[in-house]
Structure formats: structure tokens, C-alpha cells
């Protein structure tokens, strides 16, 4: 896409349009001394480049291998997350929800976007989509096809609407045939997907 | 407000479309809209709640048509002439024409990782929690014109209180501008069939995080 700062001459398409626009924006907030764009900068390198899955993956292998940990995450996500050291800091209200045989776990929020940034970094547009909005909390199993997940009979599927600012990430469960992993390898195996619920991890195979 | 925002259970909006290898940002004003939101933010000058209401009270055809950081940006405009930091002149014209107001701080870009971590919403309580886990609870039927985290799908019903969260910022009147009003928030837990009728999807569960004014007890 135009990543490109010096052509604006898109005519009529809702890009250009729209470069212009928060251009006009960010200059009048400047102007004005409300911000300072190179926090903008900062601020879009940040979650362009560190804040991401890859710390929720982090989360996630940390608790498939080592049980004190995952019982702490389980216990508080935000404390346990923060003594991981993935980062400086956690905002409160981090709840881990472990899927089990019997239960798979989907986190949405219907009436906007929240999401857990801090570890899965920003939300995809499919997330932020009426699509997944209105059907997550009344057709996951129907979501789920969408992503082509199917489960297994017997798994019953519990959906968090994430309605206030308490935030949300799936513990799914170890795949199976990766015992003795390192930490790393299983952190691999951990998708964006399957910590927001509609996915599973990959399987051994896949990255073998 | 039952805006065109609170979409938990509607048809028709087809199925979901996951994009391959989607890019953090699909265009360049995408992250400098979510950064001068953040920027902004950071001043002090608006509550998490008054932005997501800023974003409800968007017509509900662009709501459906604008892509999210399209309506980031929209709002932002809104928000700013709302609380008198611009005039619509000054945005048209893509310049100051009259110098700012003094706000609280601002945003250096030294200080940015220092705000990647999420604020907190817990606030001391105002009295003890009126419910506990276990009990039932009936969701109260409001149709508050304002903002409100009480979901349409999830009104008049009743289900289980899981969890206590703590007492947080209360939404409903800190979109408003009006303070913390802190209240007591709830995981309250609900069978399928309770939300979608006999024909709800087998075993379904689903929880919503409920403010105990939201809550009656069942």
C-alpha cells in the first residue's frame, strides 16, 4: 500500500483523501502544540515493530512448560505476564482463559474493539468487523468454519464479550508429540489466532 | 445509546475474512490516526469511554461503510471541536488559526514506551460488592440514549455471577465527562438458550462483563 510519504496524487481514492485529511490533523494538533509528531513516530514504530503476538506466544509456551507459571498466569495474567520481563510494564486486568478437551474459548467485543494489545499487539481488521462482532457471541462454531477450525464432539465452546476493560488471551492447549520442546520451539507453534480463540496452535509438523 | 455499534447477534453481515499476512497498518494516515489518538489521549483531555462514544454517535451508514481507522480519524475531529481544542475552520483549513489551549501534558517521544502499557481502571469502592459468585442475577432492560457497555443481546436475561473484577471506572457516566463513578464489575455467565432461544448453538456459553447497575438480582 502507499507507504510513500511524497505522492498524495491518488485523486479520488479514499487514501488519498484521507492522507490529506489527518494530515490536515496532525498539523493544526501541532500547530496548536497539543503533540509532538515525533511521538507519532515513536508511537507507530512501536507497534509496527515490538508490541505484537509474538509476546502473547511468549506467554503462552512459557505456561505450556512450566506449571508454577502457568497456575500463576491463570491466578493474575497481568502480574504473572509482567514477571515474565517481555515488557516493563502490564496494564491491570489481564485474565488468561485455559481451553481444556471439553471447553474451547473465543474472545470478541461486540460493541467495539478491545482487544489485548499489550500482548497480541494491535487487532486485525477481521476482529474489528461486524461480521465477527455479531456472530462471535451467537455462531462461534459457524466462526470458527470460517477460519476452517472444526472441534471435536464434546468440546463445548464458552465466548467472552469483552464489555468492560478487563482483557482477554486463550491458553490453548499443548499439541500434542512436543514433549521436551524448548520454550522457543513451542513458542513456534502459537498463533494470533489461537490465543484469541478462533484458532488452534499449528501442529508439529508445521514447523519440523 | 442502541446504536448500529452494539452488533452482538445480528444476521446478515455474512461471513468472516481473515486477510493472509495483514500488515499492522494498511496505509500510512492509518498509523498516524492511531498515534494522534494516543498523543491526544495522553493529554488528559478525554476518558477511554467518551472516545468509544464519539465513535457510537457517527452516523450509522458510515459507521457500516468507513474503514476503523477512518472513523478513528472522523471522530477525533469531532472530539477535538467538541472539547474546544480546534474550531471546524482551523481543520478545514489544515492550520492554527488561533493558538492552543494549555493542557495538562504532553507526549514526547521519549516517554512513548512508557505508554504502551494500559492505565488502570480500578477505583477505590464506594460501598461492598452486592453480589458474589454463584448468584443469579437478571440483567436490567435499559435503553440508556447514552453510552452504556450493556449489550442489547444481554438485557432482561438472566445468567451466573462468575467473577468479581474489582470496582472500576463506571462507563456509562465517565463517557459523559461526568467522573470515575466507580462501580462494582462482574463476569456474569449465560446458557445459550437464555440469549438466542431453543435453537441456540449445544453447549454454548457466553459472558459479558457487567457493571452491578446493570445487575438486579434473579
Given at each position: 500500500m502507499a507507504h510513500d510519504h511524497d505522492h498524495d496524487h491518488h485523486h479520488g481514492s479514499e487514501l488519498s483523501e484521507m492522507q490529506l485529511r489527518v494530515?490536515?490533523?496532525?498539523?493544526?494538533?501541532?500547530?496548536k502544540g497539543y503533540i509532538d509528531p515525533a511521538a507519532l513516530d515513536a508511537i507507530i514504530e512501536a507497534y509496527e515493530t515490538k508490541v505484537g503476538p509474538h509476546n502473547g506466544a511468549r506467554v503462552v509456551a512459557k505456561a505450556w512448560s512450566d506449571p508454577a507459571f502457568k497456575k500463576a498466569l491463570v491466578e493474575d495474567a497481568s502480574k504473572a505476564v509482567v514477571a515474565?520481563?517481555?515488557?516493563?510494564?502490564v496494564g491491570d486486568h489481564l485474565i488468561a482463559i485455559e481451553n481444556t478437551p471439553k471447553l474451547h474459548n473465543m474472545i470478541v467485543c461486540t460493541l467495539c474493539s478491545c482487544y489485548p494489545w499489550e500482548v497480541l499487539g494491535l487487532p486485525p481488521v477481521w476482529y474489528k468487523s461486524a461480521p465477527y462482532r455479531s456472530r462471535a457471541v451467537s455462531d462461534p462454531r459457524g466462526i470458527l468454519a470460517d477460519f476452517d477450525v472444526t472441534l471435536p464432539a464434546g468440546t463445548d465452546i464458552r465466548v467472552w464479550d469483552s464489555t468492560a476493560e478487563?482483557?482477554?488471551?486463550?491458553?490453548?492447549?499443548?499439541p500434542a508429540g512436543t514433549e521436551g520442546w524448548s520454550e522457543e520451539k513451542l513458542a513456534s507453534l502459537v498463533t494470533r489466532d489461537c490465543m484469541i480463540g478462533t484458532g488452534l496452535p499449528k501442529s508439529p509438523k508445521e514447523v519440523a | 445509546m442502541d446504536g448500529i455499534h452494539d452488533m452482538g447477534g445480528m444476521h446478515g453481515f455474512g461471513k468472516v475474512d481473515p486477510e493472509k499476512d495483514e500488515p499492522v497498518f494498511h496505509a500510512e494516515w492509518e498509523g498516524r490516526t492511531l498515534a494522534l489518538n494516543r498523543a491526544m489521549g495522553?493529554?488528559?483531555?478525554?476518558?477511554?469511554?467518551?472516545?468509544?462514544?464519539g465513535i457510537e454517535r457517527l452516523p450509522p451508514d458510515l459507521y457500516l461503510t468507513a474503514s476503523y481507522y477512518k472513523k478513528w480519524a472522523i471522530r477525533l475531529e469531532k472530539l477535538?471541536?467538541?472539547?474546544?481544542?480546534a474550531d471546524a475552520d482551523e481543520i478545514k483549513a489544515g492550520h492554527a488559526l488561533r493558538p492552543g489551549k494549555t493542557l495538562k501534558r504532553k507526549l514526547n517521544a521519549a516517554d512513548v514506551p512508557n505508554t504502551l502499557s494500559r492505565g488502570s481502571f480500578a477505583r477505590p469502592a464506594q460501598a461492598p460488592a452486592g453480589f458474589k459468585p454463584g448468584d443469579r442475577v437478571r440483567t436490567k432492560n435499559i435503553h440508556p440514549e447514552t453510552h452504556t457497555r450493556l449489550p442489547r443481546y444481554a438485557r432482561d436475561r438472566v445468567g451466573t455471577v462468575e467473577a468479581i473484577r474489582g470496582c472500576h471506572v463506571f462507563p456509562d457516566t465517565a463517557a459523559l465527562g461526568k467522573g470515575d463513578d466507580p462501580q462494582w464489575l462482574y463476569t456474569v455467565l449465560f446458557d445459550g438458550r437464555e440469549l438466542w432461544g431453543q435453537n441456540a448453538e449445544s453447549g454454548l456459553?457466553?459472558?459479558i462483563e457487567a457493571f452491578e447497575p446493570y445487575l438486579d438480582p434473579a
Amino acid at each position: 500500500m502507499a507507504h510513500d510519504h511524497d505522492h498524495d496524487h491518488h485523486h479520488g481514492s479514499e487514501l488519498s483523501e484521507m492522507q490529506l485529511r489527518v494530515r490536515a490533523l496532525e498539523t493544526v494538533l501541532a500547530e496548536k502544540g497539543y503533540i509532538d509528531p515525533a511521538a507519532l513516530d515513536a508511537i507507530i514504530e512501536a507497534y509496527e515493530t515490538k508490541v505484537g503476538p509474538h509476546n502473547g506466544a511468549r506467554v503462552v509456551a512459557k505456561a505450556w512448560s512450566d506449571p508454577a507459571f502457568k497456575k500463576a498466569l491463570v491466578e493474575d495474567a497481568s502480574k504473572a505476564v509482567v514477571a515474565l520481563g517481555l515488557m516493563n510494564r502490564v496494564g491491570d486486568h489481564l485474565i488468561a482463559i485455559e481451553n481444556t478437551p471439553k471447553l474451547h474459548n473465543m474472545i470478541v467485543c461486540t460493541l467495539c474493539s478491545c482487544y489485548p494489545w499489550e500482548v497480541l499487539g494491535l487487532p486485525p481488521v477481521w476482529y474489528k468487523s461486524a461480521p465477527y462482532r455479531s456472530r462471535a457471541v451467537s455462531d462461534p462454531r459457524g466462526i470458527l468454519a470460517d477460519f476452517d477450525v472444526t472441534l471435536p464432539a464434546g468440546t463445548d465452546i464458552r465466548v467472552w464479550d469483552s464489555t468492560a476493560e478487563t482483557r482477554f488471551i486463550v491458553l490453548p492447549m499443548r499439541p500434542a508429540g512436543t514433549e521436551g520442546w524448548s520454550e522457543e520451539k513451542l513458542a513456534s507453534l502459537v498463533t494470533r489466532d489461537c490465543m484469541i480463540g478462533t484458532g488452534l496452535p499449528k501442529s508439529p509438523k508445521e514447523v519440523a | 445509546m442502541d446504536g448500529i455499534h452494539d452488533m452482538g447477534g445480528m444476521h446478515g453481515f455474512g461471513k468472516v475474512d481473515p486477510e493472509k499476512d495483514e500488515p499492522v497498518f494498511h496505509a500510512e494516515w492509518e498509523g498516524r490516526t492511531l498515534a494522534l489518538n494516543r498523543a491526544m489521549g495522553y493529554t488528559g483531555i478525554w476518558t477511554i469511554d467518551q472516545t468509544r462514544y464519539g465513535i457510537e454517535r457517527l452516523p450509522p451508514d458510515l459507521y457500516l461503510t468507513a474503514s476503523y481507522y477512518k472513523k478513528w480519524a472522523i471522530r477525533l475531529e469531532k472530539l477535538i471541536v467538541e472539547l474546544g481544542l480546534a474550531d471546524a475552520d482551523e481543520i478545514k483549513a489544515g492550520h492554527a488559526l488561533r493558538p492552543g489551549k494549555t493542557l495538562k501534558r504532553k507526549l514526547n517521544a521519549a516517554d512513548v514506551p512508557n505508554t504502551l502499557s494500559r492505565g488502570s481502571f480500578a477505583r477505590p469502592a464506594q460501598a461492598p460488592a452486592g453480589f458474589k459468585p454463584g448468584d443469579r442475577v437478571r440483567t436490567k432492560n435499559i435503553h440508556p440514549e447514552t453510552h452504556t457497555r450493556l449489550p442489547r443481546y444481554a438485557r432482561d436475561r438472566v445468567g451466573t455471577v462468575e467473577a468479581i473484577r474489582g470496582c472500576h471506572v463506571f462507563p456509562d457516566t465517565a463517557a459523559l465527562g461526568k467522573g470515575d463513578d466507580p462501580q462494582w464489575l462482574y463476569t456474569v455467565l449465560f446458557d445459550g438458550r437464555e440469549l438466542w432461544g431453543q435453537n441456540a448453538e449445544s453447549g454454548l456459553k457466553v459472558s459479558i462483563e457487567a457493571f452491578e447497575p446493570y445487575l438486579d438480582p434473579a
